[in-house]
């Protein structure tokens, strides 16, 4: 899902192989499988575009295989949030525990690691960062971002693509439209993606650090406390997304961050 979150409509090997470090051979592997799935579409020329149509996006995704490593992945997130899983461990206590090889254990925390989650101890041990255990942490945390989030539109070299927001507006609308029939999974996903997309704009990889690390700690979250949301919620929050997308669809990044404080300030006051 990397690739998803490219600053640009337009997606081509030369670009995604620079910006994530790596040769153009995974890259077109990637972009032959996305492609296939139906999330991004072959230009006539060179390189692909992102599907703009919510419908297929969704049944894009609902049928991508989930491989081995996200299985782990959550399980490891869920093993970690109930405590079953310690704050540091070793690679070798995770080989034994989920008897897979340690390639693929590695990868799975170099993974969380991108996001914040893990970090490297000593020796071949790692750490998971602390979970966000209670609302006063939450709360907390919802701060944070208050203050980062609404910061990433006043960014110098901010920029969201005309084709991007009407991407996202879509995803929106189509969650809102079936908020009663959505699941707790569903909406949370699409949720973190909207906010992740906005601070990757912020071309500021300082603030969308900082911003990832927030997701995926609440993402964490979610296996240790998952919270009941009710189909009126999805639908609010729906179109107070789509409000900070009519602001930058408007070119008014002020009225966005404006939207985005209000819209997360309900946040924190929805955890009181």
């Not at 995770?94 to 693929?104: E, F, K, N, T, W």
């Not at 490297?120 to 602390?130: D, I, L, P, V, Y």
């Amino acid at each position: 899902m990397e690739l998803l979150a490219a600053h640009e409509s337009k997606l081509s090997e030369a670009a995604l192989a620079q910006r994530l470090g790596v040769s153009r051979t995974p890259i077109r592997a990637a972009l032959i499988y996305l492609s296939k799935s139906g999330l991004i579409k072959p230009l006539a020329g060179r390189g692909y575009k992102l599907e703009s149509n919510a419908t297929v996006i969704r049944s894009a995704l609902s049928t991508m295989a989930r491989s081995d490593e996200d299985v782990l992945t959550e399980r490891l997130l869920a093993d970690r949030a109930s405590g079953r899983l310690a704050e540091e461990v070793s690679e070798t206590e995770l080989i034994q525990q989920y008897g897979v090889p340690r390639g693929v254990i590695r990868r799975v925390l170099m993974r969380l690691a991108s996001e914040g989650v893990t970090e490297r101890a000593t020796g071949h041990g790692w750490r998971f960062a602390a979970v966000l255990s209670d609302r006063r942490a939450l709360q907390e945390s919802y701060r944070f971002r208050l203050l980062i989030e609404t910061s990433v539109f006043g960014q110098p070299e901010f920029r969201l693509p005309a084709r991007e927001v009407i991407r996202l507006r879509l995803v929106q609308e189509d969650l809102a439209a079936r908020a009663s029939s959505v699941t707790h999974a569903e909406y949370f996903e699409t949720n973190r993606m909207f906010h992740d997309r906005l601070a990757a704009a912020g071309n500021n990889r300082f603030l969308y650090q900082a911003v990832r690390q927030q997701l995926n700690l609440r993402r964490l979250l979610e296996f240790a406390w998952p919270q009941p949301i009710t189909a009126e919620v999805i639908a609010r929050q729906c179109h107070e997304h789509i409000a900070i997308l009519a602001a930058l669809e408007a070119n008014d990044r002020p009225a966005a961050a404006r939207f985005m404080q209000s819209h997360l300030a309900d946040a924190i006051g929805a955890q009181s």
